[in-house]
């Protein structure tokens, strides 16, 4: 099985009741691809961090193997809600794969 973890930093430019409306828009859309992409097994989407963080919103993500990963990236669902409701709001994005 394998892991993939987001952490994204929503624009600063957002006020916090956007913010929120932009997080929702993200957990909706991304939990939404669910039974959907051959090879996901689990997605969850976490938008309530603690003040102790310094990211915004967090992807949790399982996949069958490395090549189920590489499908999800480009299929036609996983990169509408991408490009719709994550990367216009984003400023920061980091990532962690890996094998369990």
Known sequence: ?????????LKSEFTNEEKNEIKKGIK?????????IDGLIDIKV??????????????DSSFEN???LKGYA???????????????YTQTRSCLDFEI
């Open 74 to 88: 480009v299929h036609p669902e996983h990169v509408a809600v991408a490009n719709g409701k994550v990367r216009p």
């Open 46 to 59: 976490h938008t309530e961090p603690l003040p102790s963080s310094n990211a915004d919103v967090m992807l």
């Open 66 to 68: 490395e090549e189920a």
């Open 28 to 36: 909706e859309g991304l939990e939404g691809l669910c039974g959907k």
């Open 1 to 9: 099985m394998v892991k993939h973890i987001i952490l994204w930093t």
